[in-house]
């Protein structure tokens, strides 16, 4: 499975806030972690450590206090400049939330080819892949359906499409089942697992449940701000 460079690399990733009075809360104390091609790597922890924040970091929604971020081919992230930056993320990372955040007044399909409009490709030069993806989820006949008119797993599910729209190195997953019911969180949990396998898609996904965790190769525990290997 390990490669000889990571595909994504953290180093000594801290995060503080300001709390008030001049005091400050350090969520992240001293993150490391490599994640390797074709890896699936849960990260598990009690809520409020800071697990959301450090998926931010990796995904270069926010930047650390101090650390850097590594991607394969890239270097150190946070040296780009904000717009070259948006590009990368835009085109390397992938992104699947608790909310899906689905656009209520597009389709399922167009909702999908989002993250290519947003690199400025044409909705037209688009629709086969985004129609694809809704294939391989096994949703396609749903394509057409405006958000509303998906159920809670389907919604997810083209949330998962739109994520893999511009063929990203790496999906990061932030409680992706959290509101789904068993019946659907196991599905999705099966996609995912698919799509490792058969497609080498990469995901770091920071999850509480603990089946979704045991179908990946790692689970780390992130606890007192820093990352531990977790054992059985």
Known sequence: MKKSTPLLEARHVRKVYPSGQGHMLEILRDVNLQVYPGEMVAIVGESGTGKSTLLHILGTLDHPTSGEVHYQHHGSIFRLKDDDLAIF?????????????LLPEFSAWENVAMPALIGRRHLSSVRERAYALLELLGIADRAEHLPAQLSGGEQQRVAVARALMNEPEII??????????????????????????????????????????????????????????ETS
């Open 172 to 229: 990061l997953a932030d409680e992706p089942t959290g509101n789904l019911d068993t019946r659907n969180a196991e599905a999705l949990y099966e996609e995912f697992v698919t799509l490792n396998r058969q497609h080498g898609q990469t995901f770091v996904i920071v999850t509480h449940n603990r089946s979704l965790a045991a179908r990946t190769h790692r689970i780390l525990r992130l606890a007192d701000g820093v990352l531990h290997p």
């Open 89 to 101: 993320r835009n085109r390397r990372i992938g992104f699947v939330f608790q909310f899906h955040h």
